[in-house]
């Protein structure tokens, strides 16, 4: 069972400085990151030139990370989509990712896969969301990154106000782990849930 807020917050202040701060994140120095600190205030950074697009990891299915390498991480899986979690446990209780098992990006789908892939994102958001102490499931994709699809299934702490909203993904990197044993009892409850409409869970508990 995912940790309660006040066990979150508990955690969190065990390990931060005297006014409750942790590190910052290492996103904070990207490229991207779109504040700065002007003359001591928070300020937007300046919009960077126009530039030409950066090409995504396995464009056109060339050198794809995804479909080169053994899939890790597998808690569900059935003949065209896996579930997968990330390689290390971030500050949100679960981070999990949805991806098509062929090389195929979002507008890629044919009618069968996009009505799979609705079916799908619906299940796991209402499995995430039905676990104790989760709020919330936020579902996204992104795909600048890389080109073979893949949705982010993000769960948020009930009762944890900094956590509402968008900033949530932030939260992710800003806050400290929780314990391995809860996130993996979450992620084993989250696989076998999901098959029980369809797929297999991998991912087991021994
Ligand atoms: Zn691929």
Redesign the pocket.
Known sequence: MAESAEQVHARVMAVADEHGRVPLPSVAAWDVFPWEVVDGALASKRLADPAAESPRE?ED?EG?G??STEPAGVLWVNDRWRLKHLSERSGLPLVIILEPVE?LDLDDLDDAMAAEYGLLAVRIARIVEGLPNIARCHVSRIGDGAE?LHIWFMARTAGLPSIRGSFAVDWDDILPPGPEDVWRADLLAVAQALASYDGRAVLTDD
Do not use: D, M, S, T
Request: proline content about 0%; charged content about 0%.
């Open positions: 396995g299915g794809c995804i479909c090389h073979h």
